[in-house]
């Protein structure tokens, strides 16, 4: 069987998808359009004069056509998965059509975030989605992100931290974290956020905490964790934080990240009690003020998820769902 993986893949989870696939001796594909930047200075320059004189964005319609020219090499599909449909023209995804007998996409990020017109999502015979009110008013269906890590016990770890979160900047996100913030130093607990900005940001971010000092809690940075790092920041903290985007309803990458690292989590989305790995002991949903943010969650062992319920959020279990590979699933 011939599989082919379209995406940006910003952050690298793509990547687990088609070795996933690879282990499952599937002929696996992956078109990663975010390796498609200007080579030079002159195609830059000729990019940033066409955006702002004509509207046009020569590095979104040069990623395109290496989609188009990588599909005619690697020839017909039995399945395309496309990520970030809404990176794509309804054109460039028409011509993908031609390439597989089915069509299939996963919205990691909520319709009211990251839009997808109608007739772009009319090409797919089947769409996944994480986000809870996607599936409920859109009839997608439902499928959380995934669990890409080895399990690593708990018992094998020595962490230093309370509690860990890195997240890039938000308005709705940097107001909670000034309002946890204090609660955390109320408690004396050890904790470490990471806020990344963009150039130019780094003030503007200082100035909307009130005055912590910076090498104690928290970091302010322009320059982006390697994704393949992130798990050691995870390894040295009890718990990691989990705070939602506006109106996100789906459960991140951090919740499925935790689960493989036996991480508590603490979080502000409520829908997460709906799932059958919660488990209270494990899990804390901040209410709006953080007041039942206690001590005594980060000091009461870690309660192990029964391995039924932890391989149904696993990559091996995602892709036999996704790509049909087991009539079980």
Request: glycine content about 2%; overall charge positive; proline content about 3%.
């Amino acid at each position: 069987m011939k599989i082919c993986v379209i995406s940006f893949d910003f952050w690298g989870y793509d990547y687990y998808i088609v070795d996933t696939l690879r282990s499952k001796n599937i002929d696996a594909r992956h078109i990663k359009i975010s390796d498609v930047t200007h080579s030079n200075f002159s195609e830059r320059a000729t990019n940033a004069v066409s955006k702002i004189f004509l509207n046009k964005n020569l590095k979104t319609e040069k990623r395109q056509r290496f989609v188009i020219d990588s599909l005619e090499q690697l020839g017909y599909q039995d399945q395309i998965l496309v990520m970030n449909p809404d990176t794509f023209d309804l054109s460039t995804l028409q011509e993908i059509r031609k390439y597989t007998g089915r069509l299939i996409t996963y919205l990691y990020d909520s319709l009211d975030r990251v839009p997808v017109d109608e007739k772009k999502l009319e090409l797919f015979d089947k769409i996944f989605s994480f986000d809870i009110a996607d599936v409920e008013n859109y009839g997608f269906e439902k499928l959380t992100n995934y669990i890409y890590m080895p399990l690593t016990r708990c018992e094998k770890q020595r962490p230093e931290m309370d509690l860990f979160y890195i997240t890039s900047y938000d308005n709705k996100r940097v107001e909670f974290i000034k309002l946890l913030t204090k609660k955390l130093l109320e408690l004396k607990l050890k904790f470490q956020i990471i806020v990344i900005g963009k150039k130019g940001w780094k003030h503007q971010l200082k100035n909307a905490f009130f005055k912590i000092p910076e090498n104690l809690h928290i970091i302010f940075s322009i320059k982006k964790i390697s994704h393949k790092k992130l798990p050691e920041y995870y390894k040295n903290s009890r718990a990691l934080l989990d705070l939602t985007r506006e109106n996100q309803y789906g459960l991140s990458f951090r919740v499925f990240e935790a689960m493989a690292l036996e991480k508590k989590i603490i979080t502000d989305n409520e829908w997460i009690r709906d799932y059958d790995f919660y488990n209270p002991q494990n899990i804390l949903v901040l209410n709006e003020t953080c007041s039942n943010l206690e001590k005594s969650f980060f000091e009461t062992p870690y309660e192990k998820i029964p391995e039924e319920i932890y391989h149904k959020y696993t990559l091996d279990h995602w892709t036999d769902k996704v790509f049909g590979l087991n009539k079980k699933t």
